[in-house]
């Protein structure tokens, strides 16, 4: 069985070979690394020319979009193996991380969205000292319902069936704002078959401020949060979500009462809130007030 890494990159010339290092050093040999760049620098390809000997890395440059999806779109269609993996240009794979996840997947044919656990690492101490970012009872076989109240796959953890990408639809390019994209994609393959994420760490997560989420406020965070389930119900690219399939109706409703729970916004949900405090509040003094005259 063969895997086609897709490592996304953009101006991260030091942390990148790192990155490239841990593919490098993989028990799994079976795979090619698709390095896509957003856009093309000298920079980058000085970083990366000494992986290009080995004939499984192959170096993408492109025009310059400004967001992660749209290299790794092209890297996709670029590939052809069984079994598409992520990982972004910051992170660490563990050496056994793709020989575990290719066995788990032949061992459970229905699974099609693969994750696993990680070390959350803020880069001061050694990395096998960090801690999980999952605890381990939270995850195995994760429900459609539990999936959508959180997101636990770790985007660098992520490994999917060709097959079922290719039935949902790659990544979508025209999120705004373009954050949530893993968790979109997951959300229409997932509707596919089983969502599993291993309990053991099998990648370092290198703790990294998000620029996009640093930026957004509350309401803001609500709204992107809105087009990522409206979009996961809607499909991408002409390609009509699984979620839009009869068998997955019930599915599909769960995932608009999770659109209209942020639709309602902020300051909706904050009023409803105050509203029933308030109401237990009454309740709590009317109980005093009953004992007391009592």
Not at 81 to 96: K, R
Not at 103 to 110: A, I, L, R, S, T
Not at 127 to 154: A, M, T, V
Not at 169 to 181: R, V
Request: net charge positive; aromatic share 14%; charged share 25%.
């Amino acid at each position: 069985m063969n895997v086609d890494i897709i490592v996304a990159t953009y101006k991260r010339y030091d942390l990148l070979q790192e990155t490239l290092q841990s593919v490098a050093n993989q028990s799994y040999p079976h795979w090619k690394c698709w390095i896509a760049e957003d856009g093309e620098s000298k920079e980058t390809y000085d970083a990366v020319k000494s992986f290009l000997q080995d004939n499984r890395f192959t170096y993408l440059p492109g025009i310059h979009a400004g967001f992660p999806t749209i290299p790794r779109n092209r890297a996709i269609r670029q590939g052809s193996a069984e079994f598409i993996a992520i990982l972004d240009d910051d992170d660490l794979w563990l050496p056994d991380k793709l020989q575990c996840q290719v066995e788990y997947f032949n061992d459970n044919p229905k699974c099609v969205v693969l994750g696993c656990n990680a070390y959350f690492w803020d880069g001061m101490e050694s990395w096998d000292k960090s801690p999980l970012y999952f605890k381990k009872e939270r995850l195995g076989k994760i429900s459609y319902y539990k999936f959508l109240s959180q997101n636990y796959i770790i985007h660098s953890s992520l490994m999917l069936r060709r097959k079922a990408i290719e039935q949902a639809g790659l990544y979508n390019e025209k999120l705004d704002p373009p954050i949530g994209e893993d968790y979109e994609l997951c959300l229409r393959v997932g509707a596919l078959g089983e969502i599993w994420s291993l309990a053991d760490p099998y990648i370092v997560y290198r703790q990294t401020p998000s620029t996009f989420y640093k930026k957004l406020d509350r309401r803001d965070s609500y709204r992107a949060a809105v087009n990522v389930f409206e979009s996961a119900l809607k499909g991408v690219d002409n390609v009509i979500s699984p979620l839009s399939y009869p068998e997955n109706a019930h599915l599909a409703a769960a995932c608009r009462r999770k659109r209209d729970f942020y639709l309602a916004g902020p300051r909706v949900l904050g009023q409803l809130r105050h509203k029933f405090e308030s109401n237990i509040n009454r309740f709590l003094n009317f109980k005093k007030k009953k004992i007391h005259q009592e």
